[in-house]
């Protein structure tokens, strides 16, 4: 079965488990598991990983406009290495106190490759979910796209210290706070840009109108020769953990002086269809194997 699939199936059977991440009576729970073969290239340090580890789960929360409070992780290896775990925690340690949360641990386990499950827990009083966008809204973004895609190119070429930088992406807690209240939909773009935007348009029964230019990343331009391949970069090829959400025409003065980043408008929510340039987006992006 499809990663996608049975995440359907699972959602008929567990209608409480939210978008991102759970809400539970003002509290927000999130899970996630990566490893080694498709997770963390050849070159990515175990600080990097713990970072990374931690952070997609922290992005969770901020996609819901919680507030981060504290996560734990399974570190699952075939050998126990003092300084690679004690890098691992440095890394997660970091990574929480990072958005104003704390890493409180975890547990070991032995396992044929180097697995990491993370959970994540945060407070929101007024969560943001992925189905309250409606027509003539604003679709915007935070930050920039393609980090990852550059930082797995950089890897491949053997600069792991600038792809490591790249992979040690800040989880948008603090503008996922700013936006709880006032954006109407919200979801991180683990899985790139062009799968979140279908699967909020699939949330909130509606359409969007996408418009170039996109934010992309500077690495983007730096490790990719072709206008195709940024594009590509930028839009399918997910794990950016950047912020993709729906404002009231109305509400963006009032955001973005409140955000300590970037937020660009790239379109407008629309009755049905997604489209870029008028031509449509086909839904693409990362799916976990």
Known sequence: ??????????????????????????????????????????????YTSGWRAVGA?????????????????????????????????????????AVGGTYVGGDLDGHEEFTVA?????????????????????????GTLGRSAAALR??????????????????????????AGRATSMIDSSDGLARSLHQVAAASECGFALESPLPIDDAVTETAASEERRR???????????????????????IRPALSIPLTRIG??????ITLDGEPLPDRGYTHG
């Not at 699972?10 to 997770?39: F, R």
């Not at 491949?156 to 503008?175: C, K, Y």
Request: hydrophobic content about 45%; aromatic content about 6%.
């Open 1 to 46: 079965m499809h990663e996608r699939d049975a995440l359907a199936r699972l959602a008929t059977l567990l209608p409480e488990a939210g978008d991102d991440a759970a809400v539970v009576d003002g509290l927000v729970v999130t899970t996630d598991m990566l490893h080694q073969s498709t997770d963390f290239p050849a070159g990515t340090t175990r």
């Open 57 to 97: 789960s922290l992005s969770d929360v901020a996609a819901m406009g919680g507030e981060a409070v504290a996560a734990v992780a399974v570190y699952g290896a075939p050998t126990f290495e003092g300084d690679a775990i004690e890098s691992f925690v440095e890394g997660a340690r970091d990574v929480c106190e």
């Open 118 to 142: 993370s959970t994540a827990v945060g407070r929101a009083d007024d969560p943001v979910y992925r189905s309250g966008a409606t027509a003539g809204e604003a679709v915007c973004v935070t």
């Open 154 to 179: 950089l890897f491949r070429n053997g600069d792991s210290d600038r792809a490591n930088e790249l992979f040690r992406f800040e989880p948008r807690v603090a503008a996922g706070r700013v936006l």
């Open 232 to 254: 590509e970069m930028g839009l399918f090829f997910g794990e950016d953990f950047e912020l993709v959400c729906t404002v009231p025409e109305a509400a963006l003065g009032e």
């Open 268 to 273: 407008t929510v629309t009755e049905s269809g």
